[in-house]
């Protein structure tokens, strides 16, 4: 069992995310506070402690260069790391990203027993003198994720008022909102719980909505992204693919049931928590037409014996395989079938730990 340093207060669900060199962080609770978990030894330690409020995503780009951190206040704050090569190797090579900020310990300050080296907790008042951060554009209402558009310095954001993306190359980059005035018009005022983008050429941006509809846009670009109107080509789901509607937080929605978010596990097929089973979507370009095709069930996911019992809300993408965690307690494995779209159970089992 680690303690990750999180309040444990159910209504602000906790997450994981893998960062660049290696570093694990854990944040989620009502704090702004952000631990690294170490995997080799277990243990965790508190590395930023913000003031803005809790924490409802966390985000780099791809160079290691940007960092966005996503508050239930609606704001978002833009680190820059201009300076940082994550290309680097041997002794030049950071031992920590530079957002994970590392500092000496002497022995008789040493009162945790983590050694003569420890992640420390960072004051805000020193960011600020450096001024290696800047205010994202505010939104009405939470951030429910953030996710920087490939090989680039776009920010997709998500939150309970809509959906946009940004250009965080600097702050004078991040006047214009693209996507927004068209997501506004296609969720008919309905908010985001969540976004995904594939990993392909064609950058490609799933956003599941409040109400469980997807959307899918081809943003493959500033030039598109900042045409007439941001009209970008997009597919909309005719009917909500998700069978449970997520009212947000504002309105006390159950903190599970804001995990659940569209997940590309493969560029060009989509996961989604389905009721008891997982669901698949696969996505095809004609052109700038948009084809999605639903997956249709193997025999061994039609088996009500060997899905969850209760509705998934977590999911997670490792190799070949999709692992979903449900309410009622188990984790499945789901292994890819050969067309992509097919689906086989390779095993599943009841989670017995978990993070505090």
Not at 5 to 27: C, K, V
Not at 42 to 57: K, M, P
Not at 156 to 168: K, M, R
Not at 314 to 342: F, H, M, N, T, Y
């Amino acid at each position: 069992m680690t303690d990750i340093h999180l309040d444990t207060d159910e209504d602000h669900p906790r997450r994981l995310l893998a960062f660049p060199d290696g570093q694990l962080l854990a944040y989620g609770d009502e704090c702004g506070t952000i631990s690294r978990v170490d995997t080799k030894t277990g243990t965790a330690r508190i590395v930023r402690q913000l003031d803005v409020g809790a924490i409802r995503a966390l985000a780099y780009s791809s160079d290691g260069k940007r960092v966005a951190v996503g508050f239930d206040n609606g704001s978002t704050r833009i680190y820059e790391y201009d300076e940082y090569d994550c290309t680097c190797t041997g002794e030049e090579k950071e031992q920590h990203h530079p957002f994970i900020p590392a500092k000496s310990v002497s022995a008789e300050d040493d009162v945790d027993g983590f050694g003569g080296s420890a992640f420390m907790s960072q004051p805000d008042l020193e960011e600020e003198e450096e001024g290696n951060y800047w205010a994202g554009p505010p939104m009405e209402y939470p951030i429910r994720e953030l996710a920087f558009l490939p090989q680039s310095h776009m920010l997709a954001i998500s939150s309970e008022g809509g959906l946009c993306v940004v250009d965080v190359t600097s702050g004078d980059t991040m006047e214009n909102r693209y996507l927004k005035a068209q997501a506004d018009a296609e969720l008919d005022g309905c908010g985001i719980r969540g976004v995904s983008i594939s990993s392909d050429s064609n950058t490609i941006l799933a956003s599941l909505s409040m109400e469980g509809r997807l959307h899918v846009w081809k943003a493959d670009g500033l030039e598109n992204l900042a045409s007439p109107l941001n009209k970008v080509p997009m597919f909309r789901d005719v009917s909500c693919c998700v069978p449970h509607r997520d009212v947000g937080e504002m309105n006390g929605s159950d903190a599970l049931d804001r995990s659940c978010l569209p997940l590309f596990v493969k560029p060009n097929v989509i996961a989604l928590p389905g009721k008891a089973h997982l669901q698949l979507r696969r996505v095809t370009l004609n052109g700038d037409k948009i084809n999605v095709d639903e997956a249709k069930d193997s025999g061994s996911n039609a088996d009500p014996c060997k899905g969850h019992l209760e509705s998934i809300v977590a999911l997670a993408s490792v190799g070949e395989c999709v692992v979903s965690s449900g309410r009622d307690g188990r984790v499945i494995l789901w292994k890819l079938g050969e067309a992509q779209v097919g689906l086989a159970i390779v095993s599943w089992y009841v989670a017995v730990g978990c993070f505090t």
